[in-house]
């Protein structure tokens, strides 16, 4: 099994960097409706980028409202994906001290969610839905005809086929794995391989819509809440099905509005940006004031990020965290599992 690879890419830029063409933003106000609010996705370089699809599913799902829990707007977040964070037996509080941690599903020892839960804390476990990464212990399970092309930057770490009866029953097993560890809800990641225009696979909105129907099939029964990860062309087909978005830098590429339809709805939006000089100093210390305000709806303008729960990251996505009352945080991780720098 090999070492997972150190990051050298913000997760968000998997996608970014193979678009042949650039983007172009194309965000119109649509009437709201039923509260959910529905907008057009960033176009792509398909002749039918201004529309988005609609669902397929007939009939379509209504929003769920019998989880034990599901994120409300405003929560508090940390996410660390780098190593585990470290909690003792004897801990009153987490550092920092937030409602959610968001952490991954394969490193993260069970002893550590439940220490989490008993410090009222609850848990979003991460697992990459729509790629696959040779580091991880259920890796032989794919088979070569699962396999896309690489993710750019991701030594590793290829694409699915996300209609693979295959790939399917392996992320059952995840979720399964997440019930089974105490995990609040999940964050699958990389469920927009169709906007990689090398994805090798020949990818489709409708394939990724299709395939988080299905986990999303998986994850109610289990009464574990469910978010969508970036992928904001198809948040109008989908935005039913999940209870939460987690967004990598909506202000740096001004898509903040695309993912405004979350917050109508009532469902927070958790937001990542990764400005430049994140965490340097020895101390860790905090960004400059006007930087923590360009990427702040609170203290700026933010780009349209208003009602936003906002995190700023380093890229490498470890205990280092700023929010945007400018306070600073480090969250003490487990250096011996995870992704060793």
């Given at each position: 099994?090999?070492?997972?690879?150190?990051?050298?890419?913000?997760?968000?830029?998997?996608?970014?960097?193979?678009?042949?063409?650039?983007?172009?933003?194309?965000?119109?106000?649509?009437?709201?409706?039923?509260?959910?609010?529905?907008?057009?996705?960033?176009?792509?370089?398909?002749?039918?980028?201004?529309?988005?699809p609609?669902?397929?599913?007939?009939?379509?799902?209504?929003?769920?409202?019998?989880?034990?829990?599901?994120?409300k707007?405003?929560?508090?977040?940390?996410?660390?994906l780098?190593?585990?964070?470290t909690?003792?037996?004897?801990?009153?509080?987490?550092?920092?001290?937030?409602?959610?941690?968001?952490?991954?599903?394969?490193?993260?020892?069970?002893?550590?969610?439940?220490?989490?839960?008993?410090?009222g804390?609850?848990?979003?476990?991460?697992?990459?839905a729509?790629?696959?990464?040779?580091?991880?212990?259920?890796?032989?399970?794919?088979?070569?005809?699962?396999?896309?092309h690489?993710?750019?930057?991701w030594?590793?770490?290829?694409?699915?086929?996300?209609?693979?009866?295959?790939?399917?029953?392996i992320?059952?097993?995840?979720?399964?794995?997440?019930?089974?560890?105490?995990?609040?809800?999940?964050?699958?990641?990389?469920?927009?391989?169709?906007?990689?225009?090398?994805?090798?696979?020949?990818?489709?909105?409708?394939?990724?819509?299709?395939?988080?129907?299905y986990?999303?099939?998986?994850?109610?029964?289990?009464n574990?809440?469910?978010?969508l990860?970036n992928?904001?062309?198809?948040?109008?087909?989908?935005?039913?099905?999940?209870?939460?978005?987690?967004?990598?830098?909506?202000?740096?590429?001004?898509?903040?509005?695309?993912?405004q339809?979350?917050?109508?709805?009532?469902?927070?939006?958790?937001?990542i940006e990764y400005?430049?000089?994140?965490g340097?100093?020895?101390?860790?210390q905090?960004?400059?004031?006007?930087?923590?305000?360009?990427?702040?709806?609170?203290?700026?303008?933010?780009?349209?990020?208003?009602?936003?729960?906002?995190?700023?990251?380093?890229?490498?996505?470890?205990?280092?965290?700023?929010?945007?009352?400018?306070?600073?945080e480090?969250?003490?991780?487990?250096?011996?599992?995870?992704?060793?720098?």
């Amino acid at each position: 099994m090999g070492q997972k690879p150190t990051p050298r890419r913000p997760w968000s830029i998997r996608r970014k960097l193979l678009l042949v063409i650039p983007i172009t933003i194309v965000i119109l106000a649509l009437a709201l409706g039923l509260g959910l609010g529905l907008t057009l996705g960033r176009g792509d370089g398909n002749d039918d980028a201004d529309t988005p699809p609609t669902s397929t599913l007939s009939p379509l799902p209504s929003p769920n409202t019998t989880l034990p829990w599901v994120p409300k707007l405003n929560d508090t977040w940390q996410i660390i994906l780098s190593h585990p964070p470290t909690i003792g037996d004897s801990d009153k509080t987490t550092t920092p001290n937030v409602t959610i941690f968001d952490i991954d599903l394969f490193d993260t020892p069970t002893e550590t969610i439940q220490r989490l839960h008993n410090l009222g804390k609850k848990v979003i476990c991460y697992f990459s839905a729509g790629s696959y990464e040779d580091w991880r212990p259920d890796a032989g399970q794919f088979k070569p005809e699962d396999l896309g092309h690489g993710l750019d930057g991701w030594q590793g770490e290829k694409w699915l086929k996300l209609s693979s009866e295959n790939v399917r029953k392996i992320m059952k097993d995840r979720i399964g794995m997440a019930k089974e560890k105490g995990c609040d809800g999940v964050d699958p990641d990389n469920v927009d391989g169709y906007q990689n225009a090398d994805n090798g696979l020949s990818l489709t909105q409708e394939d990724s819509i299709s395939y988080i129907s299905y986990l999303s099939s998986l994850t109610v029964p289990l009464n574990l809440t469910m978010g969508l990860k970036n992928a904001g062309d198809i948040l109008s087909a989908v935005l039913p099905l999940v209870h939460f978005s987690v967004n990598e830098e909506c202000v740096k590429y001004s898509e903040c509005s695309i993912f405004q339809p979350f917050i109508a709805a009532g469902k927070p939006v958790f937001h990542i940006e990764y400005p430049d000089g994140a965490g340097d100093g020895e101390s860790g210390q905090g960004l400059k004031q006007n930087i923590v305000s360009k990427f702040c709806a609170k203290d700026g303008d933010g780009e349209g990020s208003q009602g936003f729960s906002t995190v700023l990251k380093k890229m490498e996505l470890d205990g280092w965290v700023e929010y945007c009352d400018s306070s600073v945080e480090t969250t003490t991780v487990d250096d011996d599992v995870g992704n060793h720098d």
